[in-house]
């Protein structure tokens, strides 16, 4: 498996003319308070750690607070080798965590007229529904996993406010912790879709597996954003979800291991 090398003992600022994000010592193999601050970076719109007594605190310091409905359930359930903050719990029925797109900063993907996204998170499914939704923005954009055909969809609105989906086999898998990060480019009329889903090593499932979108456009979406369902009152997920982040730009190869291997970097 490739790493992600690193300098230890010491902490250093790599600035590209893209992004630009802070590294820390870490821990290889993952977890705990090392790893690499995402949170730093300039283009990561939303970082939630589920910490006790701060459970919806938007850990990027773009204020993008959740509000819970349905009371979701937090515990210490984690992937293998990860300690930092909590894990969410949902039910499959009533439970979600939401901010309004009014409440989102600016320069959060489908708020503002931008496609270019990418979004990691570790889930695991406790009840394999025919669907569930895990995150969406209306239909800016939204993930789901459809149980009926083992299916992981990945949605983008168009221009017509119809959906554009490209599907991977994977979705029968994810009973047990899975990371996935998606990381999308668009430009009209068209967009790109990179995948990696990884299960005991990083990219085990899909690495960097192309998905190809058509009738891409620059759109922004007024529905709300939100973890654990598709924003309404259908397609609610069950099961765990940690650490949900997004960008406004897209991750490479190397970010999406550094990931996988030593999350995003927080207090307990």
Request: charged content about 15%; overall charge negative; glycine content about 12%.
């Amino acid at each position: 498996m490739k790493k992600l090398i690193l300098p230890l003992l010491c902490f250093f600022v790599l600035v590209s003319s893209s992004h630009s994000w802070m590294s820390l010592p870490f821990v290889a193999g993952g977890g705990g308070g090392g790893g690499t601050d995402f949170t730093a970076d300039v283009n990561c719109q939303g970082a939630w750690l589920f910490a006790s007594g701060s459970t919806l605190t938007d850990s990027s310091g773009n204020d993008n607070t959740l509000s819970d409905s349905g009371t979701v359930t937090f515990d210490t359930n984690y992937p293998t080798g990860f300690t930092t903050g909590q894990v969410g719990v949902f039910n499959g029925t009533d439970q979600n965590l939401c901010i309004a797109d009014g409440d989102l900063n600016a320069d959060f993907p489908a708020k503002s007229p931008t496609v270019d996204f990418a979004v990691s998170m570790w889930i695991k499914v406790v009840n394999p529904v025919t669907y569930n939704s895990y995150f969406a923005k209306g239909y800016g954009f939204h993930a789901r996993i459809d149980y009926a055909t083992s299916i992981l969809t990945f949605e983008i609105k168009d221009s017509e406010t119809t959906t554009v989906s490209t599907n991977t086999d994977v979705g029968d898998t994810m009973v047990s912790w899975t990371h996935i990060v998606f990381s999308f480019a668009g430009a009209d009329p068209t967009g790109t879709g990179t995948l990696w889903v990884s299960q005991g090593s990083f990219g085990s499932l899909e690495d960097a597996t192309p998905l190809t979108y058509t009738n891409v456009k620059d759109v922004s979406d007024s529905n709300a954003f939100c973890i654990g369902s598709s924003g309404g009152s259908t397609q609610h997920f069950e099961g765990y979800i940690y650490q949900p982040i997004i960008f406004d730009r897209t991750l490479d190869a190397g970010e999406a291991e550094e990931l996988y291997d030593n999350g995003i970097k927080g207090v307990n």
